[in-house]
């Protein structure tokens, strides 16, 4: 925070799941558990299908995989209306640089697709403590050059909006998930 600057108050709805959430975690401790990126990867996974309980067919979803700058990007293309010229929104997932992935955000970008009527395309990126920091910044680097390169993915997959994706490319908007920094 900012000199100066109050702390904002946590959510009064929040404050209940938090706290059950510390009580569990402070049991699983006391029980012996050993917290380790594996645990907090399956618990991502199994809160975000909890909470994302629905996820919509798409008439084209698919994986690729985009030259980055340092070897091959997986992505997931998730296209609403294969018929229609779209915009492209490049979904960069959440889970702190640690956890997440293209799978546990399939629904999320699913339902993102659909209710902004864009071309949704997942980057995955490598994940700490594997690959621990600067990783990150070559995690963005890859992202980045991944999206330079989506024009070559849209050609090679989707001829319909090939057409216009120069013009997308200029002004796509890049949505990051909870793993903004």
Known sequence: MGKGKAMRRLSAKLEPWLK????????????????SPALAREGLATLTAGLVTDSPELPQVYDERVQGSHGPVPVRVYHPDPGARLPVLVYCHGGGHMAGSISVYDPICRKLARASRHIVVCVEYRLAPEHPYPAERLH??????????????????????YQRIGEFLNRAPVHNGAASG
Do not use: T
């Not at 059950?20 to 917290?35: D, I, N, T």
């Open 140 to 161: 963005m680097d890859e992202m980045i050059h991944a999206f330079l390169n989506l024009e070559d993915l849209v050609k090679e997959s989707c001829r319909s909006v």
């Open 20 to 35: 059950h959430y510390y009580q569990l975690v402070e049991a699983q401790l006391e029980k012996g558990v050993v917290l």
